[in-house]
Each structure stands twice: as C-alpha cells, then as structure tokens.
C-alpha cells in the first residue's frame, strides 16, 4: 500500500469522527467501561493513551525499514510495552493520587487493540510526521470518547462535574457503579446507530 | 471427537494441577513440620526433633507479625514447651486475625546440641480453604469480565455462538494457566532479586506472546485434532487484557506459586463462564425482535451491564 495521501487535518479527524476508537471502531472497550465514572479519570486515561499512541506510531515509523516483516508483531508490542512504562512511571510519580484511582488500567494499555492496530495499519507505512497526526487524531478520538463517558455518569450519577458540584442532587446514583458502564457505552452506541441511520434515511429520500 | 479433545485438555490440566499440588505445599524450613492457628489467640509449631529448652522458652526469640504489616509486631505473653520437647504453642497478648496469613522468625533453633540455624515460618489457615477462595475469588465475586470489566474486545468478539465461546474459554485458560506461572517463576526469581520490576510491563508481555507462540507451535506437532478445534483462537488470546492483568495482580499482591496457579485458574474458568453465558443470551437475542438502532453490539452492551448487575450480587462474599 502507498503512504497515505491525506492532509494533515484529514488525518486528525478521522480518527476524532469517522474512526472513532470507542464508539465507531469498539476497540479498546475495557477502560471505557472500566474506570470512566468521572471526567477526569477518562481525560488522564485518555491523556496517557494518546501519549502512547503518539511515541510509538512515531518510533515505529521511523524504525519501519529496520524491522523484518516476521518479527512485526513482537516489535510493535515491545515498543508499545516501553513507552507504557514510561507513562506508568511518570504518571506514578506526579500524580500518584489519581494513579491509584486508574489502578491497572494505565499498565493494562499495552493490551489496547487499537495502539496495535494503527501501528499495523498505518505506521509501519507512513513517514514519522504524518504517523505523529495519525496518532494524535486517534489519541484525541479515545479522550474524547472516554471523556463524553465520563461527563454522562460522573454528571448522571454524582450531579457533579470534574469534583465540583454542578447540579446540586444526584439524579441516579446508579451511574456511578461500574456496571452502569456497559449500560453507558450501550446507549451511546444506539444513539450513534441512531444518528447514522437517519441521516442515510434522509439522504436516501432526497435521491429518490 | 470434540468431546475426546475436551476431555484430553480436561486431564492435562488436572495433571498439571496434581503436580503443582504436590511441590507448592513444603514448609519453608526443614526442622519445622507444621503451624496451625490454635484457639483464638495461639499458634503451635511442631519441629521435627526435640529443641532445646533454654533457647525456645526465651520470648526474645520469636518475632510474629501479619504478613501485610511486618512493622507492626504481635506481642506473645507465653511460650509452652510440649513434654517430648516438639511442640511449641505460643500465646499471644491479643487475638489474632486468623484470615491474614502469619509470619514468624525464629532465631537460633537449638536440637540436642546442635544449631539448625534461624527460620522464617508463615502460618496459614486451612491453607486449601484459602486457595479455594483465592480461585472462588477470581471466578466469580471478581470475575475479571463483569466485576473488573478485563477483557471485553475478545469478550464481545467471541460470544456470538455457544461453541466458539467453549473454544476460546478452553484455549484462554490453558495459556492463562501456562503464561501465568511463568510470569510468577521470572517475577519472584529475576525481575525481583535484581531489582527490575520496572520492567514488568515489557516483560510480561514478551512472555505472553512467547507462551501463545508456544502453545501454538507444540500443539501443532502434538495433537493436530486438538490444534484444529483450538487454533483459530490462540490469536485472539493475545488481544485479551485479562492475559496481562493477572501476571501484573499476582506481582503487584505478591502472591505464591499455588496463589498464583489458582488466581489463573480462577481468571480462566471466569472467563469461560462470562462467554458460555453471554453467548447463551446472545443466541436467543437473534431470535428476538431488537429495535434495529439497538443491532448488534449495544444491545450486547445491555445484557453485558445486567450480567454485571447480577454479578454484584456475589461482592463483599468471603468464603472460609
């Protein structure tokens, strides 16, 4: 396949819109479900996923010549891995509070389908700078999503908003517990749904 | 033949399980047989031989803390000698929370003349209770899909049918099993001495994609039929958070090696059981009359978060 021809703003929205990790691709559904019940909590998940998503979209593309096709898997893992430490490291060390709070997720990210995913698909193909906008745009496409999780329940389930009150009362305390997660990411994906199919209805009652 | 091939991996696993059995449950030193919690207060130790009576009625001689806080010593008020000189009963000052494990240092056990050097003994209660609840534990008041919410990508790709769910439950738990106790082996026998648990994350996951590749290549030669069945699946096994989530929870909880054999077991068969019922669920769900922005994946969603609901059912249990 040929290096890719998009601009750069293309790049940066496809993967915020029409690519969107959580909602449009439902990869990496784990912490979107797992640990969201506050807008800060998927803003630093979000923030250290786009982080890795960025370095090691940027080291592989510019280590792709060096890398025979048989070993393509390990490689991307091994890089994933280290860059995962260093945010885990960092993230340990400034803020350790909010760190206990994520628990295992941020050492989990190095599982996340998606890292790996763009790396296959994108990276080891592009140069370093349009791999930087790539990642970035899915990066800001995942805080995104875990941040719009995060503002429904935190706001739904404890009537506040990044710890400060903003309602007054808490309408459904129910949002809060982890299983409302998956309840959350449904309904999101339905109304999704619902969106794209009424937008094909409509654009199919016009040709006709 | 599938029923052959899910009863041959049925007796491999008990195999393994039998011979982890029989090696993990020796005691840490080797003049010291046996500790048991005694009463609500006491603990006895039974030594191989007769001790010397000076040396082992002297308080000084024992340290006891629970395994959790080792800074905060448990006070003994006595120490009784059995008349043939094996049996020492310790009595502490307070009661003891018997559900944490103990551990005891003894200095300089003395035997008929001879030094046997210090020992560093652990009291447990009904130690295959605990395993049990260890593994209880992980399959279902914690299950890893519906109370920590591992694993969902595999989770909500391979439930769609009763016998692919079988297929990769089987398959996840065996490499969970076979990765899990490495990780463990590396963990406590090199990353920890040298001082490179930093490293865990880029370890753990070599080990893993080195596992699956493992398994893969030698159930391609060994059992061609068994390969056929599981294959397809041992890719998938590598996508799964839960695979690195329980090598990171065993390091991060310290845990031992049946600790840690029966937190993977747990993972697996937990795991397994998420998929037979989703995929049970998910099969009548074809049948049903779903609104059609519902199709699919949200309404997979929703049956997930009232499995999830049903589970919380099972939180704050303790077993033994």
């Keep these: ?208 | 033949m599938k029923t052959t091939t899910v009863k041959n991996v049925l007796v491999c696993v008990l195999a393994l399980l039998g011979l982890l059995l029989l090696s993990g449950c020796g005691q840490e030193h080797p003049f010291v047989q046996k500790t048991a919690f005694k009463d609500t207060s006491s603990i006895v130790i039974k030594f191989a031989g007769p001790v010397d009576e000076g040396r082992a009625k002297d308080i000084s001689n024992y340290t006891v803390y629970e395994k959790p806080d080792p800074d905060i010593k448990l006070k003994i008020s006595q120490v009784e000698l059995s008349p043939d000189k094996r049996t020492l009963t310790l009595t502490f000052e307070r009661e003891l929370n018997q559900k944490q494990p103990h551990m005891i240092s003894i200095k300089e056990i003395n035997s008929e003349g001879r030094s046997l050097g210090s020992a560093f003994v652990s009291v447990k209660k009904l130690y295959l209770g605990y395993l049990f609840s260890v593994l209880i534990g992980a399959m279902l008041i914690n299950n890893f899909v519906f109370s920590k919410y591992l694993g969902l990508c595999v989770f909500f790709g391979t439930s769609q049918k009763k016998s692919t769910a079988v297929g990769m439950g089987i398959t996840f738990t065996i490499v969970m099993v076979f990765s899990a106790m490495m990780a463990w082996f590396l963990y406590q026998f090199v990353l920890k001495p040298y001082r490179l648990d930093f490293l865990q994350i880029v370890v753990f996951i070599g080990l893993v994609s080195l596992s699956v590749q493992a398994v893969d290549t030698i159930l391609r030669k060994l059992n061609p039929v068994l390969f056929k069945a599981f294959g397809v699946y041992l890719v998938l096994v590598i996508a799964n958070c839960i695979i690195i989530a329980v090598p990171l929870t065993l390091a991060a909880n310290e845990y031992n090696a049946m600790e840690s054999l029966m937190l993977a077991l747990g993972a697996g068969v937990g795991f397994l059981i998420a998929l037979f019922l989703m995929a049970s669920v998910r099969e009548r769900l074809e049948l049903a009359n779903v609104p059609p922005t519902y199709r699919g994946l949200p309404i997979a969603f929703v049956v997930a978060g009232l499995f999830a609901l049903a589970f919380l059912g099972f939180s704050g249990m303790s077993i033994f």
């Design chain 1, 1 to 208: 396949m040929p290096a890719t021809t998009k601009t750069t703003s293309q790049l940066l929205f496809n993967g915020i819109l029409s690519e969107n990790p959580i909602f449009r691709l439902a990869l990496s559904m784990c912490p979107a479900v797992g640990i969201t019940t506050t807008v800060m909590n998927g803003l630093l998940l979000g923030v250290a996923v786009l982080f890795v998503q960025v370095f090691s979209g940027c080291t592989i593309a510019a280590i792709k010549n060096h890398i025979h096709p048989r070993i393509r898997i390990p490689t991307y893992t091994l890089t994933i891995a280290t860059w995962v430490t260093v945010i885990d490291l960092i993230l340990a060390a400034y803020l350790p509070d909010a760190y206990k709070q994520m628990g295992i997720f941020v050492k989990l990210i190095v599982a996340f389908a998606i890292i790996t995913m763009r790396l296959e698909t994108f990276a080891c193909k592009n140069t370093v700078k349009s791999s930087f906008w790539d990642g970035l745009g899915m990066g800001l496409g995942f805080l995104l999503g875990m941040m719009t999780l995060g503002f429904v329940r935190e706001l739904l389930g404890m009537g506040t908003l990044f710890g400060y009150d903003v309602l007054g009362v808490r309408p459904l305390l129910f949002f809060v517990l982890p299983a409302a997660g998956f309840f959350c990411v449904g309904f999101m994906m339905a109304i999704f749904n619902y969106v794209e199919l009424a937008y094909n209805r409509s654009k199919t009652a016009k040709q006709s």
